[in-house]
């Protein structure tokens, strides 16, 4: 049976959403190749339909503001 983590909320994933791409979240490995922020939203978008477990996370809201940063991405 699977739990969910009520720990992690849909505004903390709206918040990491809001920062791929930024630089303000890193995990200070130098040899990580630099990725676009459109490029790292396609791959959070295509990661978030393989996952099976988004806890107290509202999965809907959670890819749907990630194509909406995609698309504006993509139009600037």
């Known amino acids: 049976m699977i739990q969910k983590d ?3 909320t849909t505004k903390n994933e709206i918040n990491f959403i809001k920062g791929l ?7 200070g490995n130098a040899t990580v190749e630099q990725q676009t922020r459109a ?4 791959k ?3 990661a978030a339909k ?4 988004w806890g107290a ?5 959670a890819i749907s503001f990630a ?3 995609l698309r504006h991405e993509l139009n600037n």
Do not use: A, M, P
């Open 6 to 8: 009520h720990s992690w």
């Open 21 to 27: 791409g930024t630089g303000k979240f890193t995990n």
């Open 39 to 42: 490029e790292l939203l396609v």
């Open 44 to 46: 959070y978008i295509d």
């Open 50 to 53: 393989l996952r099976t477990n």
């Open 57 to 61: 996370v509202d999965q809907e809201k």
């Open 67 to 69: 194509e909406e940063c």
